[in-house]
C-alpha cells in the first residue's frame, strides 16, 4: 500500500477501520484493510467491481460481523449490529435504493428518526402530551431535511412516484434524519444522469459543510476526484493506494487496475470527445511535424452503470 503522507487531515479522526477481514468461506473479499475517516472530511472508496467496496461499508455499518478487525467510531468500538451504528452517529445508503415505497415522501424521513425520538410504546398509544410535542418535532425536523435536500414539494408523493434521482435524495434525506456525524453512500449517483450527478455533488458538499464527514463509494471517477479531501482504492479486498485525489488518479496502478474490467467498457459522449479531439491532434501533429506536441489526454475518468 502506498500513503500519499503530504496529505493534511481536515480534522480529528472519527472512524477508525483496523485490520478488517471479511471472509466468505473460502473466499477473502475484504484483507486488512486500514482506513480512517476525519473530521469535515470527504473521502472516497474506489475500485474495480467486486472489489470487496460494499463487503467493507457492511463491515462499517454492522450488518457483517468482520472476521478480524475492529471499527471505531469516535473512540468506541463499534458493536455488530446495524441499528446500534446507527444510534452510534453513522447512517448509510445503499447501492440498491431501499426506500418504503408505499409510505410518502415525509413518512419515510420520519422513519429516519425512530432512533433519535425516546418516546415509549405507551405514550405512543396513549398520544401522551410529551409524544405529540415529540411528533412535531420530528416533523418539523424531517421537513428541514426536505427542504436541505429539495424534497420539500414532494412532501406527500408516494415515494414510488418519484424519479430515479429524487429517490436516491430522499434515500439521504432518511439517512440524515438520525443525525449521523458520518454519512456513508453506497454509489449515490449510480443511474443518474450528468446533471443529477452535478446536483448530488452539491448536495454531499452541502452535508459536509453542515459538519457531517462522508464516505462515498462511487464508480464515476470524474465525481470522486472532484468531490473527495481523500481517496482510497481498493482491488481484490487490499488497499492498493491511499492518498489525494491527484496522487490515487495519477497512480499506474490504479488505472491499471481498471484496465480490462467492463468498468472501463462504455465511455460516455464526453470521454470519445476527448479520445477524437485527441486522435485529430495527433493526427495534425503527424502531419505538420513542426507544430508543437499534443496534450495528453490520459485519464481514468468515466461511468459505470452496474447497479446491485
Ligand atoms: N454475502 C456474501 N456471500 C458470499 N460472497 C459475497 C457476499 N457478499 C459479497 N461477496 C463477494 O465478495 C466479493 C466482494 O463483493 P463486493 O460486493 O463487496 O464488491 P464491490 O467492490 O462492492 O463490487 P461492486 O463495485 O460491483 O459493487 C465478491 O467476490 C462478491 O461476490
Not at 446507527?86 to 408505499?102: C, K, P, S, V
Request: charged letters at 20%; proline letters at 4%; aromatic letters at 6%.
Amino acid at each position: 500500500m502506498t500513503t500519499d503522507t503530504t496529505t493534511v487531515a481536515t480534522g480529528t479522526p472519527i472512524l477508525h477501520a483496523s485490520g478488517v477481514t471479511m471472509r466468505f468461506g473460502g473466499l477473502t473479499a475484504v484483507r486488512d484493510v486500514e482506513l480512517s475517516v476525519n473530521s469535515g472530511e470527504i473521502v472516497g472508496l474506489i475500485g474495480p467491481n467486486g472489489a470487496g467496496k460494499t463487503t467493507f461499508f457492511n463491515c462499517l455499518t454492522g450488518l457483517y460481523i468482520p472476521t478480524e478487525g475492529t471499527v471505531s467510531y469516535k473512540g468506541n468500538v463499534l458493536p455488530h449490529k446495524s441499528h446500534l451504528v446507527t444510534q452510534a452517529g453513522i447512517a448509510r445508503t445503499f447501492q440498491n435504493i431501499r426506500l418504503f415505497a408505499n409510505m410518502t415522501v415525509l413518512e419515510n424521513v420520519l422513519v429516519g428518526r425512530h432512533t433519535r425520538t425516546n418516546e415509549g410504546l405507551w405514550s405512543a398509544l396513549l398520544r401522551t402530551p410529551g409524544f405529540k410535542r415529540a411528533e412535531r418535532a420530528s416533523e418539523a425536523r424531517a421537513m428541514e431535511l426536505l427542504e436541505f435536500t429539495g424534497l420539500a414539494h414532494k412532501r406527500d408523493h408516494l415515494a414510488r412516484n418519484l424519479p430515479y434521482g429524487e429517490q436516491r435524495k430522499l434515500e439521504i434525506a432518511r439517512a440524515l434524519a438520525s443525525e449521523p456525524g458520518l454519512l456513508l453512500l453506497d454509489e449515490p449517483t449510480a443511474g443518474m444522469n450528468p446533471q443529477e450527478t452535478r446536483a448530488a455533488e452539491e448536495l454531499i458538499f452541502a452535508i459536509r459543510d453542515q459538519g457531517i464527514a462522508v464516505l462515498v463509494i462511487e464508480h464515476d471517477m470524474r465525481f470522486i476526484f472532484n468531490l473527495c479531501d481523500r481517496v482510497t482504492c481498493l482491488v481484490q479486498g487490499e488497499v492498493l493506494v491511499e492518498g489525494s485525489p491527484s496522487v490515487v488518479q495519477s497512480d499506474e496502478r490504479v488505472v491499471a487496475a481498471y484496465l480490462g474490467t467492463p468498468f472501463e467498457g462504455a465511455p460516455g459522449a464526453e470521454e470519445v470527445a476527448e479520445v477524437n479531439a485527441a486522435e485529430a491532434a495527433q493526427a495534425d501533429d503527424a502531419a505538420h511535424t513542426s507544430a508543437p506536441g499534443t496534450t495528453s489526454t490520459t485519464s481514468t475518468t468515466g461511468t459505470e452503470g452496474d447497479a446491485k
